[in-house]
């Protein structure tokens, strides 16, 4: 009897430790991932179904904040594409708490990991992106209107596996094409929160990393920024300028570019040549071939540019298609028949949604009062600083938003960090020094700080002395 009691009384433990006690689902927790170093923080993983009769279901991977997760801010952080996992760039090559080992078959500690600051919701989204899925085929044909309402309806059923962050502050963040889905899941949260009598969104801010904004001001970005950094010619950079008419540009139609301007932009790509990486010009790029078989033979693949994993995204991949390390994350319960890949092969993503204006999205997000962070590695030239920083002062002037710190040099650790401006105390530009169109990948110390800035509602540091956060 008495042992008996015992054993119930573990059992209880464990529940309220792991599961019911906080309201978190027992059935999602990741008790440890393959080769994954010991740490004292909880990680949850699993689906939330977001259309039951269609069969649509969205994957999640969740990390507890590393200390007082209970008193931590809730920040979703999507990946863009369109059709890129959330779970492979920003859980496990940027800002989660865990890389892959360079032999593909372990982990090692994230030191700069923004679990630091927050508690951590990545989401592979929309459905064909990784593990999610659909069991109608005609679901993987969509656009940014189908992906906001799956992540609505996703933000709903997920606070029901955790209901005890219903009330807590939410930030939303991203990169990239994250420069539409976190403008458009911000406005459907809102519009939530206008009829809801029930649960209400406590958004209190928005962060994007080298998002697309506008076309007609991102795309001739590119090319200033070939132009800038020696990349093409005087010449060749004349010719884009002179014969593409930007203000037209759109994608999937290639019948609004003149053949003198399409001339000049395949020049400037054959110059530019493959052999460099467009997300991070300084950086060196990884050879497949070699890393594959280096992989395969169980030898350390790393390669280091900078103080960067260059083959990061390889070794990712393997880690990743490991049956163990599925069974542990909970992950492709449905046996896809394909492999997890960063982007999705199986996506019919929207060709023209690229082209909407995200600029009056934002702008109804500041005038709910809600903070808007938009930041760049200033080393990305596809979608570089030059086109982000000038949609920010437009927005800011649409807004009438004076401004309140002027563009100047930031710091973190005695270093410059980077250079930002705000606007109207709600809208800031920064720019981190040395990052690539992944700003935690290349700065993760940065990162680190300008995010620990954003969640607790302070400026950048303009001096050579600044608090340290990690």
Known sequence: MGLRWNYAVVALVVGLVFGGGYGFPEEDLVVRLPGQPVVKFRQFAGYVDVDVKNGRSLFYYFVEA???PHHKPLTLWLNGGPGCSSIGGGAFTELGPFFPKGDGRGLRINSKSWNKASNLLFVESPAGVGWSYSNTSSDYTIGDTSTATDMHIFMMEWYKKFPTFRTRDLFLTGESYAGHYI???????????????????????????????????????????????GMISDENFLAIMNDCDFDDYAFASPHNVSQSCNDAISQANKIVGDYINNYDVILDVCYPSIVEQELRLKKMATKISVGVDVCMSYERRFYFNLPEVQKALHANRTNLPYRWTMCSSVLNYSETDGNIDMLPLLKRIVQNHIPIWIFSGDQDSVVPLLGSRTLVRELAHDLNFKITVPYGAWFHKGQVGGWATEYGNLLTFATVRGAAHMVPYAQ?????????????????PNTTHPPIYD
């Open 444 to 460: 993760p110390s940065r990162a680190l700080h300008l995010f620990s800035s954003f969640v607790r509602g302070r400026r950048l």
């Open 66 to 68: 590393a200390e007082d």
């Open 183 to 229: 403008p458009q899941l911000a406005v459907a949260l809102l519009d939530h929160n206008e009829h809801s009598t029930d649960l209400k969104f406590k958004i209190k801010g928005v962060a994007i990393g080298n998002p697309l904004l506008r076309l007609d001001r991102d795309v001739p970005a590119t090319y200033e920024f070939f132009w800038s950094h």
